[in-house]
Every structure is written in C-alpha cells, then in structure tokens.
C-alpha cells in the first residue's frame, strides 16, 4: 500500500537530514581522528622504548627560532606543539561550545541541564578522587589532570560499536565533553597559571576588546582575526597565563551572524543561477563570458554572506586540528619510556593511582550521580527511550580523558619527570579501562533482549 503523503513524507525526512547531517560529520570525524590518535599513541610508545628510545627525547626538544628583526623567540619543538599548534586546538574548541550555546545541544537551560550538570559531576568527582590520594603530597597539584574527557578517543570508541550506541546517546556524550572542555579551559586559566605580567595581561586584554568591537562592527574578515589572533597569544603567552588560553578567548569574539538570512539567499541564488544560465544559454565557455563569471562571483559573495565567519573557521580548522594537531601532540606527548627500575614504582605511585581511579571510577561516578540528582530534582529528564543502563555505560566513555588530560599534566608537573612518568602511565591506565569497560557494557546490553 502506497503512503498516503508521499511527497510531504520525503519532504520531513529530507529536512531531518540536513538538521542532523553537521552533528553526524562532526562525530564521524572526531571518530576517525580517535583512531588516529590512537595510532599516534602506540608510535610514541614503540619508538620511545625502542633501541632508538633516546631520540624519541631529542627530536621533541630540538630548539625552533622564530622572530622579526632583532625580535627572536627560541623553544624546543616540544613546547612550540603544546604552546603553538595546541592554540589552534583551544580556538577550535572555543568555537565549538560557542556554537552550542547558541544554537547546539547547550542553547537553552532545558537542553544544556542534563550534559551540563553531569558533566560537573564528571569534573567534580575525578578531582576529588585523585585528591583522596595525593593531598599534601608531591603529586597536590596534578588534580585538574583526570577532569577532562576526550572527545575524539570517546567517539572513535562509539564508532567502534556502531549502532548499539544509540544517536542520542552520541549527541549527549559530545554536549558533555564540550561542556568538559569549557570546565578544563577555566581550570587551566585560573589554577595553572604562577605568575602574573600585569602590562602584558593589560595589552592581552586591549586585544580582547578589539577583537569584540571588530564582531560589534560587523568585521567578518578572516584576516583581521588572524592578526589579532597571533597578537594575543604572543601578550598572552608572555602574561604568565598558559598560551592556549588565547585561542579560547579569542572564539568568543568571533562573528556568530549570518549577514544575509536563508530567505535572502534563496532568493538571490536563484536570480544569480538565472542569470547565470541565461548567459550560457548558447553553450559558451565560462571563461569567455564576462557576465556569466560575474554572476558565479556575486553568488560566491552571497554565499559567504550566508554563512557565519564562526562557521567557516570551524569548517576550516576542524581537519587539520583533527588530523594534524592532535596527532602530533600525542605523538610528542605519549612517550614513556617502561624499562627501568623505576617504572613499577610510578605505576602504583599515588599519582599514578589517584589519576587512573578518577578517570576510570571518579569520572562514570560523577557523571551518573550528578545527572540522577538532576533529574530527582526536576533540573533534567533522561534522553527520550534513554535507560539509566546506558547512560553509566556511555558515561565510562568520559573517563577517556588522554589529550586534555596529558595537556594538564604538562602544566601540573613540567619541571618534574619522575610525576610526569607516573601521570603519564596514570592517564593510559584510566582511559584504556574506561574505553574498554564502556565497549564491554554496550556489547552486554546489545545481547540483552
């Protein structure tokens, strides 16, 4: 029997499609780049205790110059990935909990309360885990070190599970670990920075407020900011705050707005396309018609007008920070060296322990106890056909916590190899144990009928 609506049918499902195809690219994405970063991971670890283990460490501290002038800044190329390229991860991140909290899953209090609230529970409770462990001890500063989820190792381990994860699920655990990541960049701003350039925070602040009158007055230019971009990390950087915190500033400020709504574009896409097909009607080149390439640029024009310049810096850098960035952090980061006397002792080392107990418990633990308070509390509901059994098990995903959490690490315990190694093992153990206890309990509940 035929459907009695047909058309109007194709209509809802096609509309459905393009309402949810930008969240179902940007998880197919992060899953893959999961993948990679894995793969990254094992390489760092192989060529770190490998015969070669030694050059694993002077690769990453071979000095890099950049400057103008007589102006020359010299790092190790260790800290131009973590201090450089992570800016650009940070500006990304930015970008993407300002756009959810204008339009994604974080947009209003009866979206974001769910994610939001669990995920403070999922920062919350890690903390105080590993606080359990090293209060007092060497080890006090590294609690903000299991807080943070990683987005593209959780969602490359859904993607391994295919459709026993069910999308709303997906859709939940990504507003958790951008909500996540909002909590990481403040505890990095305010609990890891030791020591304050008032003038350069002063002239990091000027730029800031340029930066948001250039969105006031309606700069949408990519150019402008780029240059203010690099301005304010180098203030920034120089300030005593940690570099990358820049680029999550910096996101704020950029342009949201379309300058042209979607009505307007239809309208003038369809007299450009007219145009366009007029002047081509007698099959000339492109090339040799002035007119007709006009219309092709007036139509490029209102398409960036469509667009937002947030959009498009996203579209931009989502890649090369997905396929690129993140990869060679890990990469630079990842190396342990296991032989060694030693390297049982910073296994069982209460650095060690406090991390992989608060990914691996602290951070499941959180999540679910915090969201059924909310929900007891009539804060927030369970995700439609969304069981308490498959939100602890997607909740295990967040104590993935690798890339934020070696970042933190970086900063808790810089000057400090033996902690550095125990965290290190730490942050493997807990986001190893938690990838595989979630992938367990969604293969369990698949079978269950």
Same mark, same amino acid.
């Given at each position: 029997?035929?459907?009695?609506?047909?058309?109007?049918?194709?209509?809802?499902?096609?509309?459905?499609? /393009?309402?949810?195809?930008?969240?179902?690219?940007? %998880?197919?994405?992060?899953?893959?780049?999961? &993948?990679?970063?894995?793969?990254?991971?094992?390489?760092?670890?192989?060529?770190?205790?490998?015969?070669?283990?030694?050059?694993?460490?002077?690769? $990453?501290?071979?000095? =890099?110059?950049?400057?103008?002038?007589?102006?020359?800044?010299?790092?190790?190329?260790?800290? $131009?990935?973590?201090?450089? &390229?992570?800016?650009?991860?940070?500006?990304?991140?930015?970008?993407?909990?300002?756009?959810?909290?204008?339009?994604?899953?974080?947009?209003?209090?009866?979206?974001?309360?769910?994610?939001?609230?669990?995920?403070?529970?999922?920062?919350?409770?890690?903390?105080?885990?590993?606080?359990?462990?090293?209060?007092?001890?060497?080890?006090?500063?590294?609690?903000?070190?299991?807080?943070?989820?990683?987005?593209?190792?959780?969602?490359?381990?859904?993607?391994?599970?295919?459709?026993?994860?069910?999308?709303?699920?997906? =859709?939940?655990?990504?507003?958790?670990?951008?909500?996540?990541?909002?909590?990481?960049?403040?505890? %990095?701003?305010?609990?890891? /920075?030791?020591?304050?350039?008032?003038?350069?925070?002063?002239?990091?602040?000027?730029?800031?407020?340029?930066?948001?009158?250039?969105?006031?007055?309606?700069?949408?230019? %990519?150019?402008?900011?780029?240059?203010?971009?690099?301005? &304010?990390?180098?203030?920034?950087?120089?300030?005593?705050?940690?570099?990358?915190?820049?680029?999550?500033?910096?996101?704020?400020? =950029?342009?949201?707005?379309?300058?042209?709504?979607?009505?307007?574009?239809?309208?003038?896409?369809?007299?450009?396309?007219?145009?366009?097909?007029?002047? /081509?009607?007698?099959?000339?080149?492109?090339?040799?018609?002035?007119?007709?390439?006009?219309?092709?640029?007036?139509?490029?024009?209102?398409?960036?007008?469509?667009?937002?310049?947030?959009?498009?810096?996203?579209?931009?850098?989502?890649?090369? =920070?997905?396929?690129?960035?993140?990869?060679?952090?890990?990469?630079?980061?990842?190396?342990?060296?296991?032989?060694?006397?030693?390297?049982?002792?910073?296994?069982?080392?209460?650095?060690?322990?406090?991390?992989?107990?608060?990914?691996?418990?602290?951070?499941?633990?959180?999540?679910?106890?915090?969201?059924?308070?909310?929900?007891?509390?009539?804060?927030?509901?369970?995700?439609?056909?969304?069981? $308490?059994?498959?939100?602890?098990?997607?909740?295990?995903?967040?104590?993935?916590?690798?890339?934020?959490?070696?970042?933190?690490?970086?900063?808790?315990?810089?000057?400090?190899?033996?902690?550095?190694?125990?965290?290190?093992?730490?942050?493997?153990?807990?986001?190893?144990?938690?990838?595989?206890?979630?992938?367990?309990?969604?293969?369990?509940?698949?079978?269950?009928?």
């Amino acid at each position: 029997m035929q459907p009695k609506y047909p058309q109007k049918e194709s209509k809802y499902k096609r509309s459905l499609q /393009t309402l949810l195809q930008p969240i179902e690219q940007f %998880i197919t994405n992060e899953a893959s780049s999961g &993948l990679l970063l894995l793969l990254c991971s094992a390489i760092a670890l192989l060529w770190a205790n490998s015969a070669g283990g030694e050059t694993y460490l002077h690769v $990453w501290e071979t000095p =890099v110059s950049i400057g103008l002038g007589n102006s020359i800044l010299v790092k190790s190329l260790h800290h $131009w990935i973590n201090d450089g &390229l992570m800016v650009i991860f940070f500006f990304v991140v930015g970008l993407e909990i300002k756009r959810e909290l204008l339009v994604g899953e974080l947009s209003s209090m009866k979206k974001a309360a769910l994610p939001v609230i669990a995920a403070l529970g999922g920062m919350i409770v890690p903390a105080s885990v590993y606080a359990l462990f090293n209060a007092g001890g060497r080890g006090a500063t590294g609690w903000g070190i299991p807080m943070a989820t990683d987005i593209a190792f959780a969602l490359g381990v859904v993607a391994l599970m295919g459709s026993r994860v069910p999308f709303v699920l997906k =859709v939940f655990l990504t507003a958790l670990a951008i909500a996540d990541d909002l909590g990481a960049v403040l505890v %990095i701003a305010l609990f890891y /920075t030791n020591s304050l350039n008032i003038t350069m925070l002063g002239v990091a602040a000027a730029l800031t407020v340029l930066a948001f009158l250039g969105n006031h007055f309606g700069i949408r230019s %990519i150019l402008f900011y780029l240059a203010v971009g690099i301005l &304010l990390w180098w203030c920034v950087m120089q300030s005593g705050i940690h570099a990358t915190i820049a680029g999550a500033v910096l996101a704020m400020a =950029v342009p949201a707005k379309e300058r042209i709504n979607a009505e307007e574009f239809v309208n003038e896409a369809e007299g450009l396309i007219r145009e366009f097909a007029h002047e /081509t009607r007698e099959k000339t080149r492109v090339l040799a018609n002035q007119a007709a390439q006009s219309a092709v640029k007036q139509l490029e024009v209102i398409c960036e007008e469509v667009q937002t310049p947030l959009s498009r810096f996203e579209s931009n850098l989502h890649t090369s =920070v997905a396929f690129v960035i993140m990869p060679l952090f890990a990469l630079a980061n990842a190396g342990v060296q296991m032989a060694g006397k030693g390297i049982c002792e910073a296994l069982f080392s209460s650095v060690s322990v406090g991390i992989a107990l608060g990914l691996f418990l602290g951070k499941p633990l959180g999540i679910v106890l915090f969201a059924w308070l909310a929900c007891k509390l009539n804060l927030a509901s369970l995700p439609e056909n969304v069981s $308490w059994r498959e939100l602890i098990a997607i909740s295990c995903l967040g104590g993935i916590g690798f890339t934020m959490s070696l970042f933190v690490e970086n900063l808790a315990f810089a000057n400090n190899p033996t902690l550095e190694t125990s965290a290190k093992l730490g942050i493997f153990c807990g986001s190893i144990l938690s990838g595989l206890l979630g992938y367990l309990l969604f293969r369990i509940r698949s079978k269950t009928p």
